[in-house]
């Protein structure tokens, strides 16, 4: 008697890192698919097609669409807006206490920088607290700034470099102590001094005002 039939099998198509939904933290994972087999004396011989493919999570074995993995990337992306926040947050304020005192102007500037670019809004209160925090325990301007770095272009850099202008202008003059502190910022994203000159003549010429809501 010739017995055949067919059977599922399993294989791996791709293993690595990620956040399993399940347990909630970051687990290693399998992505496996399973192909139907024609078997013949239960040993598969013929592949007949893809069932399916599913990743699972190496700690709990539960089972997921692969799906799951995108899911994933969108979780890393939403970490990279955090730190962007952070170094953004960072770095204006720096900027606002650089000449030792806080204008009014200064603050609303960096409020208004604050909530076009993260998505957390803060009001002037929160702004102050912050503000305090960073009195307290001034990091330097390039602790959050050289994190993000590595993920910005040429453009997101501009723009950074363009908001700090912003705020050092908001008072009504850029002192050199604000100066100093956007050419370090500048150097910490390994922009050219003539890049950063370019773009404060872009700024300032041919009208006196500066702008951040630009581009
Ligand atoms: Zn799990």
Same mark, same amino acid.
């Given at each position: ?8 099998? &399993?294989? !791996? ?7 399993? $939904? /399940?347990? =909630?933290?970051?687990?290693? @994972? ?5 192909? *139907?087999?024609?078997? %013949? ?8 097609? *893809?069932?399916? =493919?599913?990743?699972?999570? /190496? ?22 807006? +955090?730190? @962007? ?18 204008? =009014?102007?200064?603050?609303? !500037?960096? /409020?208004?920088?604050?909530? &076009? ?6 009001? %002037?209160?929160? %702004? ?33 470099? #363009? ?17 100093? %502190?956007?050419?370090?910022? +500048? &150097? ?8 950063? #000159? ?8 041919? &009208?006196?005002? $500066? ?5």
């Amino acid at each position: 008697m010739i017995i055949f039939g067919t059977r599922g099998v &399993k294989s !791996t198509l791709n293993q690595g890192q990620f956040n399993c $939904p /399940q347990c =909630e933290s970051t687990r290693a @994972y399998k992505h496996k698919k399973v192909t *139907r087999f024609f078997t %013949l004396y239960f040993i598969p011989l013929i592949p007949l097609g *893809r069932l399916g =493919e599913f990743v699972e999570c /190496q700690a709990c074995k539960g089972t997921f669409i692969p799906n799951v993995l995108n899911y994933n990337k969108n979780q890393q992306s939403d970490s990279f807006l +955090a730190e @962007y926040e952070k170094a953004m947050k960072h770095c204006m304020v720096l900027i606002m206490l650089a000449d030792g005192e806080i204008d =009014e102007n200064e603050m609303v !500037t960096v /409020q208004k920088i604050i909530n &076009k670019f993260g998505h957390n809004d803060i009001s %002037l209160d929160q %702004l102050s607290k912050y503000v305090e925090e960073v009195q307290q325990k001034p990091e330097d301007i390039s602790t959050y700034l050289r994190k993000v770095t590595p993920a910005l272009n040429e453009h997101g850099k501009e723009m950074i470099i #363009k908001c700090a202008i912003s705020v050092a202008a908001a008072d009504g003059n850029i002192d050199d102590s604000e100066i100093n %502190l956007i050419n370090e910022m +500048a &150097k910490v994203m390994e922009m050219s001094s003539s890049h950063l #000159k370019g773009i404060l003549s872009e700024m300032f010429a041919p &009208k006196q005002e $500066p702008s951040f809501s630009k581009n």
